[in-house]
């Protein structure tokens, strides 16, 4: 079992090396380095037959997954046809990425099945990123100017202040659970209050990073861990109220632990502090318009109606665009839709700003309903387990962190995000493991069965 074991490991230290996305190391970045060697090394442990794969379940997810890449190679073929030209170095590069996250995403299935230790590990494999806790105290580019205002986000090694809360998602559960479960136990309270204190730094990072929207997945997660934890308990509404002002008490010292330029920034960032903001917008039509936003009660914010997406309009504005994008061409514009549709912006922060438009844009309705259908098979599943085991378990901690990472991503452009394929992965062979797809695999076997038994017409 020599090989499996090495693979399990080196994958262990693909999530561990996952957060730092700006130390590349041989001109290769250590997480990419790791996933690659995990690969030959499962490759090898199946040659060697020291794992099995359950073909069902892994063929069923390949079909899906194999369902998504075709979406977007349609989607980069209908853009060629329509335009004429696409940039095809761009598209390689978006292309590699995908196909990381799908190599992890079955490795997690492969090596998980059957070994929910292995599972647990490569869960608590996130907490490595609470080494960013000191990075506001060592001179190191983790805050980081906003260009253009006097605001700094905390964009610890990941390298965008948007998308570091939507990793952080795992550790901060994680100490919410192990927090919740200490509580329950009620052995040591220096050790609650030491989580206590490391679940109040993460989020008040949370908090300096800027991202709303990342507040928002922190708060979500929150909610739906407390409500399915407070099930395990039989005084229901009590537990779910204690976990609530837990989670109420963390928020507010997390805030209050934060220096006071940063409180000034997150003041800025919910509009509670005025400040003209310049902003650059390049509109193929028309060339450069340049625009002042005042954020604040009574302040008036006005934007040129243009072709173009740019990072300072509202939320709305920049979906109303996309939308009428994707009325042009229902079926999508592949990886690279930013650059094909003229999505631009002043920072070369070019996204939709919204994970289902995203994918609608990436690959149409192939590429969302077959997310769809992946999100929707492992919710329902999760649903009907807690009608009939009220524990606080892993799954619940990673659902709860999936739940919290959607919600974030209502508003961000994620589904190139490796993080999000981890979680995904996890919540799948923990589900798998306990058996919760086996009915859907034996009632086909069962159909197969019935209709070669039946005799045959003269």
């Excluded at 001109?27 to 499962?42: I, M, P, R, T, Y």
């Excluded at 442990?45 to 998504?68: N, R």
């Excluded at 002002?245 to 507010?252: C, P």
């Excluded at 094909?340 to 995203?358: K, T």
Aim: aromatic share 14%; charged share 15%; with cysteine.
């Amino acid at each position: 079992m020599y090989f499996k074991k090495a693979a399990q490991v080196t994958l262990i230290l693909s999530v561990v090396t996952l957060f730092n996305k700006t130390v590349p190391i041989l001109g290769v970045k250590l997480d990419v380095l790791f996933l690659l060697l995990s690969a030959g090394l499962l490759l090898v442990a199946y040659l060697k037959k020291e794992v099995s794969i359950d073909w069902p379940s892994t063929l069923l997810f390949f079909v899906l997954l194999s369902g998504i890449i075709l979406s977007t190679v349609l989607g980069s073929l209908l853009s060629l046809h329509i335009y004429g030209s696409i940039p095809l170095d761009q598209i390689l590069t978006q292309y590699q990425i995908l196909i990381g996250c799908f190599i992890i995403f079955f490795e997690i299935l492969i090596l998980g099945m059957g070994d929910n230790n292995f599972v647990k590990w490569l869960l608590y494999a996130f907490m490595f990123s609470l080494i960013a806790i000191i990075t506001p105290y060592i001179p190191i580019d983790a805050l980081q100017q906003v260009i253009g205002t006097t605001q700094h986000r905390f964009y610890g090694f990941i390298g965008d202040a948007n998308y570091y809360p939507t990793f952080m998602m795992v550790p901060t559960i994680l100490l919410f659970y192990f927090l919740a479960k200490e509580l329950q136990n009620r052995k040591s309270v220096l050790k609650a209050f030491f989580i206590f204190i490391l679940f109040a730094i993460t989020i008040a990072l949370t908090y300096w990073s800027g991202s709303r929207s990342g507040w928002l997945g922190v708060i979500a997660e929150l909610l739906i861990f407390s409500f399915f934890a407070a099930r395990a308990n039989n005084r229901k509404v009590l537990r779910f109220f204690v976990l609530i002002i837990i989670s109420i008490t963390a928020l507010a010292t997390g805030y209050l632990l934060l220096p006071t330029n940063a409180k000034s920034d997150i003041k800025l960032r919910v509009g509670y502090i005025t400040t003209p903001t310049k902003v650059e917008v390049l509109d193929s039509v028309s060339g450069v318009h340049s625009e002042t936003i005042s954020r604040g009660e009574n302040s008036v914010k006005t934007i040129p109606i243009i072709d173009a997406l740019s990072y300072n309009q509202d939320r709305l504005h920049i979906w109303l665009q996309g939308v009428r994008f994707l009325v042009k061409n229902p079926l999508g514009y592949g990886l690279v839709y930013y650059n094909i549709v003229n999505i631009v912006s002043a920072e070369n922060h070019v996204s939709a700003h919204s994970f289902i438009l995203e994918t609608l844009l990436i690959g149409g309705p192939l590429l969302f309903f077959s997310l769809l259908y992946i999100l929707g098979a492992v919710i329902i599943r999760f649903i009907s387990y807690k009608r009939i085991n009220s524990d606080i378990d892993l799954e619940t901690v990673v659902f709860s962190s999936l739940i919290g990472f959607l919600t974030s991503s209502f508003f961000l452009s994620s589904l190139l995000l490796r993080w999000f394929w981890i979680q995904l992965a996890i919540l799948i062979i923990l589900q798998i493991n306990r058996g919760a797809y086996s009915k859907l695999f034996n009632r086909r076997k069962k159909l197969i069965l019935d209709k070669s038994s039946q005799p045959l017409e003269k």
